[in-house]
C-alpha cells in the first residue's frame, strides 16, 4: 500500500524537497508523532494515517520552523528571535497573518482574565 | 468536556479561547482530555465575566452614541473620530456574535464522525517544550513564551496547507484517503511554485 522512498541512505539536503526531506533526518528521534497524527486527522484525513506521511511531515514542520527561525534571527534585532519579527515575516500570508494575531490577542485578554480572577479572590 | 455540540451562546467564547489555553497546558501530549477539562472550567467562568464586560460596554457606547448625536449639530472632530470607533467596535461584535452562532448552527448538525474530526482540529497542537526546545537549539538563547506561541501556531497552520493540498491532489489523482508520501511530495511541489514555502537555501542570481 504504501509506496517505497527513493534513495534510502541518501543524507543531504538537495533542492529537490522530495529526496532531501524523505531521508534527510533519518537519525533524528521523532519529536511531534503523536500530535502530528491527530493533527492530519483533523485536517481531512484517514484515522489512521501513514507513518511515512507523518514522518515527511514533520520534517516539513521542522524546516519550516527552522527557515522561519533564520529568517527572524537576520531581522529586526540580530541573533535574537522577537514575536514582532515573526510577525513582519508572516505578513504576506493571509491565513498565518491572522492566526498569529488572534493567538497574540487572546493571549493577552486570558493573561488579563486570570490577573482579574487572582485579584478578586486575593481581595476576599 | 466543552463538547461542540452542546456549546451554550455564553460559552462561544470560551471555545474560541480554548486553543490558546490549551496549547499552552497540554505539554507532550496531542489530546488530554483530562488537562483539558481541568482548565476550561475556570477558562468559563472568566470568560464569561469578560463576555459579560465587553457586553455592558457595547451597551453603554450605543447610549452614549444616541446621547451625542441629538444633542449637538455639528460634533467637533475629537467627538466624531471617538463615535466613528464605538461604531467599528460595535459592528465588530456583532460580526463576531453572527459568525459564533453559525457556527453554533453548523456545529450543532455534525455527524459522530464530524464531530471527532473537528474536535480533533481544534485540540491537536505542538507540544510548547519541544517547539521551545527547538527554536532555542537554533537561536543558541532563550526566547519568549510569546514567541513559542506564535511559532507553533503558524505550524499548525503550515502543517494544515500541506494536509489540504495533499488531499486535493489525491483526490485530483483518483487515489483514497491515507495520503501517500507521493501526495505529500507532489502538494509540496506544488506549495513552492506558489512560494508557499520559504526556501533560503537555493540563490538566484538576478544579473548573471
Known sequence: ?124 | MADPARVKPETGFSETSTPAQRSKQSEGSGDGPVSGSTSSKPTAVQTNTKEDKTKSAEHTAAGEEEEEGSSSLHPPPAKKLKVEQDKKKEKRHKVDEDEIQKMQVLVSSFSEEQLNRYEMYRRAAFPKAAIKRLIQSITGSSVSQNVVIAMSGISKVFAGEIVEEALDVCEKWGDTPPLQPKHMREAVRRLKSREQIPNTKHKRILFH
Do not use: W
Request: proline share 2%; glycine share 8%.
Open chain 1, 1 to 124: 500500500m504504501a509506496e517505497e522512498e527513493d534513495d534510502p541512505g541518501f543524507e543531504e539536503d538537495t533542492e529537490d524537497g522530495g529526496n532531501g526531506i524523505d531521508s534527510g533526518h533519518g537519525k533524528r528521534k521523532r519529536l511531534f508523532s503523536k500530535e502530528l497524527r491527530c493533527m492530519m486527522y483533523g485536517f481531512g484525513d484517514d484515522q489512521n494515517p501513514y507513518t511515512e506521511s507523518v514522518d515527511i511531515l514533520e520534517d516539513l514542520v521542522i524546516e519550516f520552523i527552522t527557515e522561519m527561525t533564520h529568517k527572524a534571527m537576520s531581522i529586526g534585532r540580530q541573533g535574537r528571535v522577537q514575536v514582532e519579527d515573526i510577525v513582519f515575516l508572516i505578513r504576506k500570508d493571509p491565513r498565518k497573518f491572522a492566526r498569529v494575531k488572534d493567538l497574540l490577542t487572546m493571549n493577552e485578554e486570558l493573561k488579563k482574565a486570570r490577573k482579574a480572577f487572582d485579584e478578586a479572590n486575593y481581595g476576599s
